[in-house]
């Protein structure tokens, strides 16, 4: 099985990163970990390096870091992908995130950015992995717009969108959210299964423990393996296969699964 988007460089495996690594090689084929800020570029490489065929790289512009984000950083990420493009396996994550970024001026920054990136990538040959919060619509009219196809809807939750998202051929990536979103679970029951891939989204989206939110790893990839297979009631182990040599097809990765 594939974790298809992870965050390995974040700090919160700062101390014990190997070994979370190394653990995940005994269950899983791959992880592929997402830089979404320029700052962690260097670092995302080094990992995918130390862990080659294994740890695999997807680099981005987050929608979230617009503010912050000075144009000689953009430039400066982008060059470094086209250095690197051998060994980066998507753009990503880009897109729009209109919760924690509320001002209409700097939705329309992210807006222009977003369009920049997804010709960045198509320049490059490269599918896309997508963030969208509160901001689905838009998403997909620019997405339609700049005629993306290579598209992985990240923690895809829009469930009144879904049938246009079918439509256009696109992927999504279901985390471990919906084990507690009757909304995710409804879309794993209705959403074609040959266009659904694994994620955890990691250290995201760990578990609970006396209230207090514990680390999660790419290891939690089986808990939305179990729940689609609940929801489309067929074996695991179906569901486990599939999604894997899915993710293997859309982000070109050179293994056998």
């Known amino acids: 099985m594939i974790d298809s988007h992870c965050h390995l460089e974040q700090k919160d495996y700062g101390k014990d990163r190997d070994e979370v690594i190394e653990e995940c090689k005994k269950e899983l084929k791959a992880v592929v970990t997402s830089c979404a800020h320029p700052k962690d570029f260097d670092l995302t490489m080094q990992i995918a390096e130390k862990h080659r065929n294994f740890v695999f790289a997807s680099a981005g512009l987050h929608p979230e870091y617009i503010k912050e984000l000075r144009e000689n950083e953009k430039d400066g990420l982008l060059e470094k992908i086209k250095q690197n493009r051998k060994n980066i396996f998507a ?122 939110p514990i680390r999660g790893t790419p290891l939690n990839i089986k808990i939305p393996a179990e729940k689609i297979a609940e929801e489309k009631k067929m074996p695991f182990e179906q569901v486990w296969k599939h999604c894997g040599k899915s993710a293997v097809k859309f982000f070109g990765l050179p293994i056998n699964i």
Do not use: C
């Open 91 to 212: 753009i990503g994550e880009i897109g729009l995130d209109y919760f924690w970024i509320k001002e209409k001026s700097w939705q329309e920054k992210q807006k222009e950015l977003f369009a920049e990136m997804i010709n960045f990538a198509k320049e490059l040959k490269k599918p896309i992995v997508v963030h969208s919060r509160d901001a689905m619509e838009d998403t997909i009219k620019i997405l339609e717009q700049e005629d993306a196809n290579q598209v992985m809807l990240h923690l895809f939750g829009a469930r009144q969108q879904m049938e246009r998202v079918i439509g256009n051929g696109w992927l999504i990536s279901i985390g471990p959210i919906i084990a507690r979103s009757k909304n995710h679970k409804k879309i794993a029951r209705d959403f074609p299964l040959e266009r659904i891939l694994l994620e955890t989204d990691s250290p995201w989206f760990g578990s609970m423990e006396k209230g207090k």
